[in-house]
Nanobody
Framework: QVQLVESGGGLVQAGGSLRLSCAASGRTFRRYAMGWFHQAPGKEREFVATMSWSGGSTYYTNSVKGRFTISRDNAKNTVYLQMNSLKPEDTAVYYC????????????????WGQGTQVTVSS
């Protein structure tokens, strides 16, 4: 069992930065691929980024490439999402998720989810 708690969301102006954190419980965190997803009002949940358990493989949705960076610290049981050059269209609730096995861009492939953290980007 893995419990995930996100933090770091907030209100930021366009062009600004935020770093989201996702703290995981459980001793087997290092065995899980981790992902970030977001859901804007009235829209479906969408994939943002994912990383393998070792950190050696990362994947991003096209809209965030070059702006967002996913990273993890297995010693701290934490995964991060550094978000730079934020745009109003990045406004959403951001969720972290965990799955055993390789990274995956499909939300249905993840076993554990956090409660989400709100990111609001003003123009």
């Amino acid at each position: 069992q893995v419990q995930l708690v996100e933090s770091g969301g907030g209100l930021v102006q366009a062009g600004g930065s935020l770093r989201l954190s996702c703290a995981a419980s459980g001793r087997t965190f290092r065995r899980y691929a981790m992902g970030w997803f977001h859901q804007a009002p009235g829209k479906e949940r969408e994939f943002v980024a994912t990383m393998s358990w070792s950190g050696g493989s990362t994947y991003y949705t096209n809209s965030v490439k070059g702006r967002f960076t996913i990273s993890r610290d297995n010693a701290k049981n934490t995964v991060y999402l550094q978000m730079n050059s934020l745009k109003p269209e990045d406004t959403a609730v951001y969720y972290c998720a965990a799955r055993q096995g390789v990274p995956n861009t499909g939300g249905n492939e993840y076993d554990y989810w956090g409660q989400g953290t709100q990111v609001t980007v003003s123009s």
